[in-house]
């Protein structure tokens, strides 16, 4: 059998739930970081197989914005740890649970 | 007509926001320049779009990628008008804080570049890149400030940011995969071409379009970055992202409802989608804003409310025929008429806590006689974002709720109303503190030039759109119908 088209969704699909499941319950914001690397990487495997697999035109525009998503999470991921440093320095942690500043 | 010309605006901005870099690093003792040449950056932008307002045709640039219609042309005044109002806004706050001046405003205008690509884009690709432009920029400008509050929320900001991003973009691409085409039109063609084919994946896609750009809207289930980054942002940063990045997710959100999943295509599905999403978020940010003592959180709970209040309209996309442009005319009038009117709301409450140095709204009391203009200000913006005429927030619900009872959804108008009757006890109870308490504190005051300016005009615009809204509200119609006549 040689994988097809649903094999290779399925796939990204698991990638991306994994990946929201740890952005959403590591404490750390390092952590939650990488765990937006993987969705968005997940994103990646399905935009490139529905590209791959895809029967008409258009499979150019799918590979195109792969390009993009990958130059805009690394731009995002020097923000991210930008902030992260700045957050370290004001407070000796980068655990989201104990930024807690922000409350009524 | 080339390519260059058609993204003038954008690049009018962009230059400007070059410039101030180049005049902090070549002429460091002109600096208190910076915020001028910004201003003469957004000057020549509006400039730039005053020559297209007359134009009647359909252009579009870069292979389809950008479209340059009224619709785009309508939000490039808002977006630039905010820009402004909030460089005039920032002055005084920056100069303070004594650091980074020219790339405060440089990303500023990036920014706001990004939210013009926005309302203008119209492909999938385009509009996650412009999302991004203007996005990254505003993670940066919420950590800006010095205190620990201030990078707190920008590290916030920015994780919540991302995730709602990822999100989107695997909406992104199962629509992709389900159309074939990342392109507004293409996806229209493709959608009724499939018929009832693959419907639940569609809808998956959809709703997961809908979850990312929730975030950016602030809508309820995904609001809870919002009183947060609002409270702990710089001031000027909080009252640019209520205005600027909840008008630019609507202009997209508008667009993409409108021209690429729009009447034909659109099932009632997302119709009742927005209008639960519109109900609930009402309701939370409402309820939520009664308990609030910090001005800051209320105004960020209240513009949830007004989120729901604007998506109103976007439930309205199930309405066929002549009245389809209706959601999308009440849309973008409100857009126009909440960022005038919470601009104005939050400039005033700079002014009053830079001098005052709280946010408390139990320290708002008495500020009738410290400073009547300041007051005023402040209380006719309230005014206008619960609803009351003569301004321009009773127009703005007037138009969305009308455009809801087209679209078979008086349920949803009741609960509007409803939730407007709440909001009212907020809003003025927070005008009667500064009315009717009396406090200890005597000395009056006046706010500085940069503040006074921009907060004259933001409640000049509440007002005049209040008395005669009659010529927004026909750019706003004739803005929406260039959607209706593409798809």
């Known amino acids: 059998m040689t994988p097809g088209l649903e094999h290779f969704l399925t796939v990204g699909a698991i990638l991306f739930c994994l990946g929201l499941t740890i952005a959403l319950s590591k404490r750390n914001a390092i952590g939650v970081l990488m765990g937006i690397e993987i969705m968005l990487n997940a994103v990646n495997l399905t935009l490139l197989s529905f590209a791959r697999f895809g029967v008409g035109h258009g499979p150019v525009a799918g590979q195109a914005f792969v390009v993009f998503i990958i130059t805009v999470a690394a731009a995002e991921a020097a923000v991210a740890l930008a902030l992260a440093v700045s957050v370290y320095r004001n407070r000796d942690t980068i655990d989201v649970d104990k930024l807690n500043l922000l409350r009524s | ?487």
Request: charged share 15%; proline share 3%; with cysteine.
């Open chain 2, 1 to 487: 007509m080339n390519g260059i010309d058609l993204v003038g605006p954008q690049f009018a901005v962009l230059i400007a926001a070059g410039m101030a870099l180049l005049v902090d690093a070549l002429l460091p003792r002109q600096r208190r320049f910076i915020p001028l040449v910004a201003l003469a950056g957004l000057a020549l932008s509006v400039a730039w779009t005053i020559s297209w307002v007359s134009r009647d045709d359909y252009q579009s640039a870069f292979g389809g990628t950008l479209a340059l219609d009224k619709y785009a042309v309508f939000f490039y005044f808002v977006f630039a008008g905010i820009a402004a109002a909030v460089v005039l806004a920032s002055i005084d706050w920056v100069k303070r804080e004594g650091r980074g001046e020219a790339e405060y405003y440089a990303l500023l205008l990036v920014s706001t570049a990004g939210y013009m690509f926005l309302a203008a884009s119209r492909d999938l690709i385009t509009i996650f890149i412009a999302l991004e432009l203007s996005s990254i920029p505003q993670y940066i400008l919420a950590g800006w400030g010095k205190d620990e509050r201030s990078s707190e929320a920008g590290l916030k900001y920015l994780l919540l940011g991302a995730i709602a991003s990822a999100v989107l973009l695997y909406g992104m691409a199962l629509l992709y995969g389900f159309t074939r085409t990342t392109d507004l039109g293409g996806i229209a063609d493709a959608i009724v071409a499939g018929g009832s084919e693959n419907r639940a994946l569609l809808t998956l896609a959809v709703a997961l379009v809908i979850a990312g750009f929730g975030f950016k809207m602030a809508v309820v289930p995904f609001q809870m970055w919002v009183p947060d980054v609002y409270q702990g942002a710089p001031t000027p940063v909080a009252a640019y992202l209520s205005v600027g990045s909840k008008g630019a997710a609507f202009a997209v959100v508008t667009r993409l409802f409108f021209e690429g999943l729009g009447p034909d295509v659109a099932s009632d599905d997302w119709s009742m989608i927005f209008a639960v999403v519109a109900a609930v978020s009402m309701t939370f940010g409402n309820v939520m804003a009664i308990v609030q003592t910090d001005i800051k959180r209320l105004l960020g709970y209240s513009s949830i409310a007004q989120a729901g209040n604007i998506m109103v309209g976007l439930a309205a996309v199930s309405v066929a025929g002549e009245e389809f442009v209706l959601g999308a005319s009440g849309v973008i009038f409100f857009v126009a008429a909440y960022a005038f009117t919470n601009l104005g709301a939050f400039i005033a409450v700079i002014a009053i806590s830079q001098r005052i140095g709280s946010d408390r709204i139990g320290d708002y009391a008495g500020m009738w006689k410290r400073s009547p203009v300041l007051a005023g200000a402040l209380a006719l913006c309230l005014v206008s974002l619960t609803g009351i005429p003569p301004t321009a927030g009773f127009w703005a619900k007037l138009y969305v709720f009308n455009s809801a009872i087209r679209a078979d959804l008086a349920w949803l108008v009741i609960v509007g109303v409803l939730n407007s009757l709440v909001s009212a006890y907020y809003y003025l109870g927070v005008a009667r503190t500064m009315f009717v308490a009396e406090s200890g504190e005597e000395a009056t005051f006046r706010p500085p030039l940069g503040l006074s300016i921009s907060l004259g005009l933001a409640t000049a615009g509440v007002l005049i759109l209040g008395l005669v809204p009659g010529p927004l509200l026909d750019a706003a119609h004739d803005a929406a119908e260039t959607l209706a006549l593409v798809s």
